[in-house]
């Protein structure tokens, strides 16, 4: 069945460095796929999406490209800000319409 | 922007009571919302589908009897944990479908950690 596979956390970086968060998925078909993130005391909130291979999905510095070869939508900022800590979910919208969400990966960083 | 409201955020309750969770999208009108739980460490998985005004489906493995589901209008639904154990303590959240037919959307309430003694 569909799935992600999602980078493990906790991840702690300091301000200003480089991010990448993992992320790869298995599905049938073409999904569309997403990056969700929930910042504390908040709802999860639609960070970036793509709906087809090669798409990149970009927002408030963020990237994530759909790339169809690796199965991966890897989450990525060049630098990152305190702002940012929060929790980041790779999601996939498959044939059914159901979503299949990763396990999530808490960022913290740190001035 | 469409906010969803879930409350409570947190509760705490003794093994055998049943505790219940309410989701209400508070400025657009929502069809349909969706009932997810996340086990520490564990991916948020889909416990159920509720449409207003239908029975909810429930996906498998969900007890549904257990797991109550109102839908009763577009603006609110509600997840009942019945007879709460100690292996229900969880992570829920819920998410209504908004947005336009050509640019659909989900937007989450804030989660539910629920506690079981």
């Known amino acids: 069945g569909d799935s992600v596979t999602q980078m493990e956390g906790p991840v702690t970086l300091s301000e200003e460095a480089f991010l990448t968060i993992n992320c790869t998925y298995t599905a049938t078909g073409y999904p569309s796929l997403f990056w969700y993130v929930q910042y504390p005391g908040e709802g999860l909130q639609l960070l970036l999406k793509a709906t087809k291979a090669d798409d990149k999905g970009s927002n408030k510095g963020f990237e994530a490209t759909y790339r169809k070869e690796t199965t991966s939508f890897h989450l990525e900022k060049g630098s990152v800000q305190v702002s940012d800590s929060a929790v980041y979910f790779c999601?996939?919208?498959?044939?059914?319409?159901?979503?299949?969400f990763g396990t999530g990966t808490s960022l913290t960083v740190i001035p | 922007g469409a906010v969803v409201s879930q409350h409570p955020s947190w509760v705490i309750c003794k093994s055998g009571t049943s505790v219940k969770i309410e989701c209400r999208s508070l400025d657009f009108q929502a069809t349909t919302m969706f009932w997810y739980r996340q086990f520490p460490k564990q991916s948020l998985m889909l416990m159920a589908t509720?449409?207003?005004?239908?029975?909810?489906?429930?996906e498998q493995g969900v007890e549904k009897d257990k797991f109550l589901i109102n839908h009763a209008s577009l603006t609110l639904s509600t997840l009942t944990v019945t007879s709460a154990h100690p292996e229900d303590s969880s992570f829920y959240i819920c998410s209504a479908r908004g947005g336009s037919v050509t640019n659909e959307k989900l937007f989450f309430g804030s989660g539910t950690q629920l506690s079981v003694l």
């Open positions: 509720s449409n207003e005004g239908s029975k909810a489906t429930y």
């Open positions: 999601a996939l919208r498959g044939a059914g319409n159901q979503f299949y």
